[in-house]
Nanobody, 126 residues
Framework: EVQLQASGGGSVQAGGSLRLSCAAS????????IGWFRQAPGKEREGVSC????????FYADSVKGRFTISSDNAKNTVYLQMNSLNSEDTAVYYC???????????????????WGQGTQVTVSS
C-alpha cells in the first residue's frame, strides 16, 4: 500500500525555521517524484518544491527560492523540506505527494500527483 506521511509542522516565529519530512513506503521510491504542496485558506494549492527521488531534478516556487531546500534520503525513503526565513505568507497546510517520474512535468504541478500524505500545518506568527 502506498503511504506518505508528512510531519514536522508546527508554529514558529517569523524568521524561524522548520524541517518537514515526508516518509514514503509501499512503492519503489526511486521511480517517483516527490513534491511539497501547500494550501492556505482562500488560496489555490500551489507547488512549493518537487524533487525526483534520485535528486537529479528539483523545482522551487519563486516565493520560496533561496529560503527552502528540498532533499531526499533514499536510504530512508524520505524527502525533506528545510524551510528557513519563514514569514506569514508561508502559513498553510503542507502536503507531500508522489507521482511516477515519467508522468510528472519538469515543474511542480499538484494535479499531476497521484498519491498524497495527510498534510502538516505550518503556522508562522509575527
Amino acid at each position: 500500500e502506498v503511504q506518505l506521511q508528512a510531519s514536522g509542522g508546527g508554529s514558529v516565529q517569523a524568521g524561524g525555521s522548520l524541517r518537514l519530512s515526508c516518509a514514503a513506503s509501499g512503492f519503489t521510491f526511486d521511480d517517483y517524484s516527490i513534491g511539497w504542496f501547500r494550501q492556505a485558506p482562500g488560496k489555490e494549492r500551489e507547488g512549493v518544491s518537487c524533487i525526483s527521488s534520485s535528486g537529479g531534478s528539483t523545482f522551487y516556487a519563486d516565493s520560496v527560492k533561496g529560503r527552502f531546500t528540498i532533499s531526499s534520503d533514499n536510504a530512508k525513503n524520505t524527502v525533506y523540506l528545510q524551510m528557513n526565513s519563514l514569514n506569514s505568507e508561508d502559513t498553510a497546510v503542507y502536503y507531500c505527494a508522489a507521482v511516477l517520474r515519467y508522468l510528472a512535468s519538469h515543474g511542480c504541478t499538484w494535479s499531476e500527483y497521484e498519491y498524497w500524505g495527510q498534510g502538516t500545518q505550518v503556522t508562522v506568527s509575527s
